[in-house]
């Protein structure tokens, strides 16, 4: 799968300011609407909530660390099953910086993409997506550049303000999380949602919901429904989860 909008490629060249300008052009172009290939339900409710549709393609996307290089798994799965595991390593050009993520691993993620054969129908990645200060996380940047609905799904909250309190949530319940002054969108605007994936029955500790966003081409609430839809045993929706996996098996394997 190869770029349909090359002039969105990460480029570490660009200056800090120049990087924040086409991020706010990717933003523009953004669709925060459904735009699917597929009927959510078949995620959401099953394959026979949609009869006659086939499950859609899921890709998982993560990565892992080695020396001064990325490693980029993508996960194809359909219907609950791997169908293709794809990877790259590729030097990190730039340091980490905050809101700049995918300049330092968008190259690597678009090489894994460019060795997969699966034409997938969402991408659910292990970042923002509108989440960001430029409403243009990972998942946005890599969904826009290639024109494929994706998913930000973050471990912690980038930017934005829950709308009431995430602490202690039961499995299954969400909260918005709205733009405020860090984020280029009017204040309170619905940018993703806490989404508690699991929890433990009781006792007094407590899981950390996951900080879901749509990328390109899904809304807020439908990014949420998708997170949970396609979610295991784990707190990670398993495509994510497995692509984690991968790419540390990779790292391991990697000289």
């Given at each position: 799968?190869?770029?349909?909008?090359?002039?969105?490629?990460?480029?570490?060249?660009?200056?800090?300011?120049?990087?924040?300008?086409?991020?706010?052009?990717?933003?523009?172009?953004?669709?925060?609407?459904?735009?699917?290939?597929?009927?959510?339900?078949?995620?959401?409710?099953?394959?026979?909530?949609?009869?006659?549709?086939?499950?859609p393609?899921?890709v998982g996307?993560?990565?892992?660390?080695?020396?001064?290089?990325?490693?980029?798994?993508?996960?194809?799965?359909?219907?609950?099953?791997?169908?293709?595991?794809?990877?790259?390593?590729?030097?990190?050009?730039i340091?980490?910086?905050?809101?700049?993520?995918?300049?330092?691993e968008?190259?690597?993620?678009?090489?894994?993409f460019?060795?997969?054969?699966?034409?997938?129908?969402?991408?659910?990645?292990?970042?923002?997506?509108?989440?960001h200060?430029?409403?243009?996380g990972?998942?946005?940047?890599?969904?826009?550049?290639?024109?494929?609905?994706?998913?930000?799904?973050?471990?912690?909250?980038?930017?934005?303000?829950?709308?009431?309190s995430v602490?202690?949530?039961?499995?299954?319940?969400?909260?918005?999380?709205?733009?405020?002054?860090d984020?280029?969108?009017?204040?309170?605007?619905?940018?993703?949602?806490?989404?508690?994936s699991?929890?433990?029955?009781?006792?007094?500790?407590?899981?950390?919901?996951?900080?879901?966003?749509?990328?390109?081409?899904?809304?807020?609430?439908?990014?949420?429904?998708?997170?949970?839809?396609?979610?295991?045993?784990?707190?990670?929706?398993?495509?994510?989860?497995?692509?984690?996996?991968?790419?540390?098996?990779?790292?391991?394997?990697?000289?």
């Amino acid at each position: 799968m190869e770029p349909v909008r090359p002039e969105y490629v990460p480029d570490a060249a660009l200056s800090r300011a120049e990087m924040e300008s086409l991020q706010r052009d990717i933003a523009a172009d953004a669709a925060f609407k459904n735009g699917l290939p597929f009927d959510p339900a078949t995620v959401t409710e099953g394959p026979l909530a949609t009869p006659g549709a086939e499950p859609p393609t899921v890709v998982g996307v993560d990565q892992a660390f080695l020396d001064e290089r990325a490693v980029s798994a993508v996960v194809a799965m359909r219907d609950g099953e791997v169908i293709e595991r794809t990877h790259a390593v590729t030097p990190l050009e730039i340091p980490y910086i905050p809101g700049l993520l995918s300049f330092r691993e968008g190259r690597s993620i678009l090489a894994a993409f460019e060795e997969l054969d699966a034409t997938p129908d969402l991408a659910l990645f292990d970042g923002s997506g509108r989440i960001h200060f430029r409403q243009a996380g990972l998942a946005t940047h890599i969904g826009v550049c290639l024109d494929l609905p994706s998913v930000g799904v973050a471990k912690s909250l980038l930017c934005g303000r829950p709308r009431s309190s995430v602490d202690g949530l039961p499995e299954g319940a969400r909260v918005a999380v709205e733009a405020d002054g860090d984020v280029d969108a009017p204040d309170g605007t619905v940018i993703g949602y806490a989404v508690q994936s699991r929890q433990y029955d009781s006792g007094s500790t407590s899981i950390n919901p996951l900080y879901v966003s749509p990328g390109h081409r899904v809304d807020a609430e439908t990014a949420a429904d998708l997170t949970l839809g396609l979610g295991g045993e784990y707190k990670l929706p398993e495509p994510t989860r497995l692509a984690d996996a991968y790419a540390d098996e990779v790292k391991s394997q990697v000289r």
